[in-house]
């Protein structure tokens, strides 16, 4: 053992406070160990779970195009008369908002629809009158039809007679050429018999006479048979005439009948005319009331004022439906739109409505309200796909003091995975994993009269 020098002093360490001060102070431990279970904690919590989703700025709809703001125009130009309601009052389907007076000067005279209706009754008896005149017209056709049928028959029937008349004629005329030869043969003879002083003068004088007489019968035959075919000649010049003469009063009646038609399709054509304007200016005049098509509240009035003149078709004031089926418009980038389904679950926050949000962990927040896709477009807006989000049932209902046109923010929620892993994710700007085969479109989801 080391003896003690006698001359070195016994100093003891806690006496010496340059030793003290060379110590490793006790908060600077603290401190290091805090830092080491803050970093260690926060490499524990990058393993936590969390819920990716797509996150979307949108507003509040209405999810049936019925349900949604709308103007009430004026169908007719007019002048305002008087208001009966004021913004921000109920309506009920068919209340009248405002009163027009006419503006155009054809409707200026306050008796028009029964001079309108004068003209038609006018008009229905001229259409009346030539109706009558065109059967009248029609059965005097008829009548000259019938006419020609008998005149033609009666003519052919002539013809016929004539003809056998010819016919008779002719074979009187054979007859008596055979008689006037048989004359000739005799006076011959008897002339013979006069030179040989067998026949008296007398007998052949007689015999003269009868073949004189026998010859002028055969003219007169003759003459009678020229006549009869003279008149058959006749009566087939009378049949052509006929059938000339009833065509040409068939063809004028015909002609007539025929302007009569064309002016009877004139008049009832007016007639139509003057009954489409009769009913139009009719029913014009029930649009000098402007009435709510639908219920709702009257939300602004677009014109004011009274005397204040209004064109066809120009809005005059925007109604709210009442108790709308209310839905959020959301937009999602084209990239994201492949992770979404019709029955998506979806996560909101209303603007001015009080929220915690952890989009990661939906469970943890409070004040946010679920929802399911009811609705994905089709076709881009401004490069976005339009999604409508309408109330999950199976949740809590959304907040009665909410109104359509206020902001929202919506999440739709996807698949489960280490936070670690949505911050490389969110760092390398990949999409979101996919949760696995997703339902097809109308398959699994529910239709959008369902919600």
Do not use: H
Not at 73 to 98: F, P
Not at 333 to 338: A, F, H, K, T, V
């Amino acid at each position: 053992m080391k003896e003690k020098d006698p001359y070195t002093p016994d100093l003891s360490r806690k006496e010496l406070d340059a030793m003290e001060m060379v110590r490793t102070p006790q908060l600077g431990r603290t401190l290091a160990y805090w830092i080491g279970g803050i970093v260690l904690f926060l490499i524990l919590c990058l393993f936590l779970p969390w819920t990716q989703n797509i996150a979307s700025r949108g507003t509040l709809t209405a999810l049936n195009p019925q349900d949604r703001p709308q103007t009430v125009q004026s169908t007719i130009a007019g002048r305002i008369e008087r208001w009966y309601v004021q913004e921000g009052q109920l309506v009920q389907k068919g209340d009248t908002i405002v009163s027009l007076s006419e503006v155009k000067e054809k409707y200026f005279d306050p008796q028009l629809l029964d001079r309108l209706n004068e003209q038609v009754e006018a008009k229905e008896g001229a259409v009346e009158a030539t109706e009558a005149k065109a059967v009248a017209l029609e059965n005097q056709i008829k009548a000259l039809r019938e006419g020609l049928k008998f005149s033609l028959a009666k003519g052919r029937n002539k013809i016929e007679q004539t003809r056998l008349k010819v016919q008779s004629d002719s074979m009187d005329v054979v007859a008596q050429r055979m008689e006037v030869e048989i004359a000739q043969n005799q006076f011959t003879r008897q002339e013979a018999l006069y030179a040989q002083g067998l026949k008296s003068l007398t007998e052949l004088e007689t015999r003269r006479l009868k073949l004189q007489e026998a010859q002028a019968k055969l003219l007169a035959i003759q003459n009678k048979l020229a006549s009869s075919r003279a008149e058959l000649l006749n009566a087939y010049t009378e049949l052509n005439s006929l059938q000339a003469e009833y065509g040409d009063k068939l063809a004028k009646a015909e002609s007539e009948l025929s302007s009569n038609r064309a002016y009877l399709y004139s008049t009832m054509g007016e007639t139509s005319k003057l009954r489409s304007e009769y009913s139009g200016t009719l029913e014009r005049s029930r649009f000098y009331q402007v009435v709510a098509p639908q219920t709702g509240y009257l939300v602004r009035t677009l014109r004011a004022g009274i005397g204040e003149n209004i064109k066809e078709g120009e809005a005059i004031a925007t109604i709210m439906p009442d108790d709308p089926k209310l839905a959020v418009e959301l937009y999602v980038q084209p990239m994201d739109l492949p992770l979404l389904y019709r029955g998506a679950p979806v996560r909101l926050q209303f603007d001015g409505w009080p929220a915690l949000v952890f989009s990661g962990w939906p469970n943890l927040g409070f004040g946010t309200f679920g929802g399911k896709v009811a609705v994905i477009d089709n076709t881009a807006t401004n490069g976005l796909y339009r999604m409508l989000v309408v109330q999950d049932p199976e949740q809590e209902e959304w907040p009665e003091a909410i109104r359509i046109g206020s902001g929202v923010q919506g999440w739709a929620m996807l698949n489960t995975v280490p936070i670690w892993y949505e911050l490389w994710r969110q760092l390398n700007g990949f999409p979101p994993d996919y949760t696995g085969d997703l339902p097809v479109d109308g398959a699994k989801a529910q239709t959008k009269e369902e919600y």
